[in-house]
C-alpha cells in the first residue's frame, strides 16, 4: 500500500488547513485509515481514524475541532482541521491497517506516508 499526503502547510494560530491523503497499491480496501502527528521529541500520536463501515475516532485534543472523512471511490482519507493552535504544529502522517480495531495506536497500524508539515504560528 502506497500513502501520499498533501495539503500541509503553514496558518495562523485560529486558521484552517485541510489534508488529503491518497491510497494505491492495495488489492483489498484497508478497513483502517488514521492520521497520526509527530512534533520535534515528542512520540508519534494518534489524530484521528476512520473505518470502512464511515465509523470515526478521535484523540481527546482534537476532538470538535478536526473531522476525518473518505471518499471510497478515490481511496482517499480528509483531515480538515479549524482552530488550530501552536500545539497542533507537528508533521501529519496518513496510515493504513487492513483490519479491526482502528484505534490510534501507532503499532496497529502498517502503512505509512511520507509525512506532511503542518505549522501554526501565533
Known amino acids: 500500500v502506497q500513502l501520499a499526503e498533501s495539503g500541509g502547510g503553514s496558518v495562523q494560530a485560529g486558521g484552517s488547513l485541510g489534508l488529503s491523503c491518497a491510497a494505491s497499491g492495495f488489492t483489498d480496501r484497508p478497513y483502517c485509515m488514521a492520521w497520526f502527528r509527530q512534533s520535534p521529541g515528542k512520540e508519534r500520536e494518534g489524530v484521528a481514524f476512520v473505518a470502512v463501515d464511515g465509523g470515526t475516532g478521535y484523540a481527546d485534543s482534537v476532538r470538535g475541532r478536526f473531522t476525518i472523512s473518505q471518499d471510497n471511490d478515490r481511496n482517499s482519507v480528509y483531515l480538515q482541521m479549524t482552530e488550530l493552535t501552536s500545539d497542533d504544529t507537528a508533521m501529519y502522517y496518513c496510515?493504513?491497517?487492513?483490519?479491526?480495531?482502528?484505534?490510534?495506536?501507532?503499532?496497529?497500524?502498517?502503512?505509512w506516508g511520507q509525512g506532511t508539515q503542518v505549522t501554526v504560528s501565533s
Open positions: 496510515a493504513a491497517r487492513s483490519t479491526w480495531p482502528c484505534a490510534l495506536r501507532v503499532y496497529r497500524y502498517d502503512a
